[in-house]
């Protein structure tokens, strides 16, 4: 089968449909896979055994970023292609725990003692697809409660990095008085908040030196392909302000991998008990992940 030819098969499945629309998508799909033959060719044969054949066979739609964004709106195909391609080759690198499947979760931690059933999860949903290759969450039993979406990628230096490419929370009647909880369970931290602390921790472990976020304006929704139908939602620009992070660019802040903490002693004393707590709390939690990481295995478990 010539490249044309299992371009415009992938175009039918991807963007299915024969309005005129459509038939215009399904051209700039094949298109654009031409002009990134190479890419397109390390994407359709990867290397067996590799998670990058892995994630291809479980989701093939993956090859739709010839068309539709993925992390940053301002990346063209190359550099989406690239990014994509790059963040499953640093995965083969973190050894076997990280190959796992679309309908596995590796649990990075078991938080029970704040709350039964809480959880810090690492899994692959579907609808994280454009904003990053894994995604982690808080779970509260089978309910994803929050969750960073991101990606890992090696830079031209030999450096790792990851950049993040969403946060979502949820949107149930109740969900205002389960994130005051949470805040309260976590010791102050929101769990926007602590899901990119855990991101670090995470990055730490993984010696990943370089901690990117996407800029509000540059968030993959701004893209084209959505004709700018984002809904309101938190404006990312301040969400990386808030923890630490400077822009280095139009499309990215950076994030230190290892932020400063507050002096104890500069705080009020009322509200130093709470901020030791929340130290010892993510001291912790780095030793536990630390310790989980080389035997994590991947499990199954619902998703509501």
């Keep these: 089968m010539t490249l044309v030819t299992t371009l415009i098969s992938a175009a039918r499945k991807i963007q299915p449909g024969n309005t005129p629309g459509t038939l215009a998508s399904q051209g700039r799909f094949v298109l654009a896979g031409l002009g990134e033959r190479d890419l397109v060719g390390k994407m359709l044969n990867p290397a067996p055994g590799t998670a990058l054949e892995r994630i291809m066979a479980e989701r ?55 709350q039964e059933g809480m959880m810090l999860v690492i899994d692959q949903p579907e609808w994280f697809l454009r904003e990053g290759g894994l995604t982690m969450s808080l779970f509260l039993g089978s309910f994803r409660a929050f969750s960073v979406a991101f990606s890992l990628f090696r830079m031209p230096d030999g450096r790792l990095s990851a950049t993040i490419g969403g946060v979502q929370g949820r949107n149930r009647e109740d969900m ?118 080389p035997a994590m295995r991947p499990v199954r478990f619902a998703d509501s």
């Design 60 to 114: 093939p739609q993956l090859l739709g970023a010839l068309v539709w964004p993925y992390q940053c709106a301002n990346w063209g195909v190359h550099d989406r292609l690239s990014r994509i391609i790059g963040h499953y080759l640093a995965l083969d690198d973190l050894g076997a725990s990280f190959r796992f499947s679309v309908d596995e979760r590796l649990i990075l931690a078991k938080l029970d003692d704040l």
């Design 176 to 293: 205002l008085d389960t994130y005051r909880d949470l805040t309260k369970e976590l010791h102050g931290l929101r769990p926007r908040d602590f899901l990119i602390e855990a991101c670090r921790i995470l990055c730490r472990q993984l010696n990943v030196e370089i901690l990117h976020a996407v800029s509000e304006s540059a968030r993959h929704q701004r893209h084209p392909y959505f004709r700018n139908k984002l809904s309101n939602s938190q404006n990312y620009d301040t969400i990386w302000q808030d923890r630490g992070g400077i822009s280095v660019s139009p499309d990215f802040f950076e994030l230190p991998v290892l932020p400063a903490r507050r002096d104890l002693a500069t705080l009020k004393p009322g509200k130093r008990p709470m901020y030791r707590r929340r130290f010892e709390f993510l001291d912790a939690l780095e030793a536990e992940i630390a310790a989980n990481l």
